[in-house]
C-alpha cells in the first residue's frame, strides 16, 4: 500500500479512542487519543514525499510499519497472547497438500510451506480469498492452530512481517463474521482492536485472517 498522509489519517482513526478527534497536519504531525493518554507525534520522510518512519513524543524513531503493529495494534501483544493462551497442537503433523491458483499450475508439497507461500506471496495491490479444503477429520483445523502458534512466535522474535489469524467458528451460534472476531478478542483479552483497526491491518497485509467454519457462517448469514 502506498502511505500518504490520508492513509496515516485512516490507520490513526482506526485505533484512537475518538476517530472524529484525530488530527494529521500537512507538516506530517499526527494527534490522537488512545487508551485515555494524549498522543502527539510525527510521521517523516527519508526524501520529503511520503512518509516511511514516526518519531514518538519520547523522540525515538520507528519504521512506519511497526508503529501501525505495535503501537497502534499492539500486535505483539496480540501473538504473545495467542503463544500463551491457545495451546500447541499436540504430535502435529505436516502432510502432503496441494496449492492451486487460477491460471498456475498445482503446486504440491508440505501443508504448512504452501500454507506460508499463500500468506507471504500475496497481491501486492489487492485481496486475497484462500479456501483450505479437504475431507473431515484430515487435520484442516490442526494445520491452521499449528501455523498460527509458529507465526506469533515468529512475529514476536521480529521474524515475520504479519500475523496470523486463527478464529475457530465451528459450533457457534452466531450472526455476524464481527461477532466472533470480538467475541475471540475478548477470550484473549486483548483491547484496543476493533473492525475498522482489523480493516486496516488487513489492507497493510499485516494480519491475516483465518476463518475455520465460515460455510457455517455465511448459511446463516444467508438464512438471517
Not at 45 to 67: I, Q
Request: net charge negative.
Amino acid at each position: 500500500m502506498m502511505l500518504s498522509l490520508k492513509e496515516v489519517l485512516l490507520d490513526v482513526s482506526a485505533f484512537a479512542d475518538d476517530a472524529d478527534d484525530v488530527v494529521v497536519e500537512d507538516t506530517g504531525r499526527v494527534l490522537y487519543v488512545k487508551n485515555g493518554v494524549d498522543i502527539d507525534c510525527r510521521v517523516l520522510s527519508e526524501d520529503g514525499s511520503l512518509p516511511d518512519r514516526v518519531r514518538m513524543p519520547d523522540g525515538t524513531e520507528m519504521p512506519y510499519a511497526k508503529f501501525l503493529t505495535h503501537e497502534l495494534a499492539r500486535l505483539d501483544v496480540l501473538a504473545g497472547k495467542l503463544v500463551d493462551l491457545r495451546p500447541a497442537v499436540p504430535f502435529f503433523v505436516d502432510g502432503e497438500a496441494s496449492l492451486a491458483r487460477p491460471g498456475d499450475q498445482a503446486l504440491q508439497g508440505k501443508s504448512v510451506a504452501l500454507l506460508e507461500a499463500e500468506c507471504r506471496d500475496a497481491p501486492a495491490f489487492a485481496s486475497r480469498v484462500s479456501f483450505l479444503t479437504a475431507d473431515a477429520g484430515h487435520g484442516k483445523t490442526a494445520l491452521l492452530r499449528h501455523y498460527q502458534r509458529e507465526v506469533a512466535q515468529s512475529f514476536q522474535k521480529g521474524k515475520s512481517s504479519f500475523l496470523f489469524w486463527h478464529v475457530d467458528l465451528q459450533g457457534r451460534q452466531l450472526l455476524r463474521l464481527s461477532e466472533a472476531l470480538m467475541g475471540d478478542l475478548g477470550e484473549l483479552r486483548h483491547a484496543g482492536l476493533w473492525m475498522p483497526g482489523i480493516v486496516r491491518l488487513m489492507q497493510h497485509k499485516k494480519l491475516i485472517l483465518a476463518v475455520d467454519g465460515f460455510d457455517e457462517l455465511s448459511a446463516e448469514q444467508g438464512d438471517a
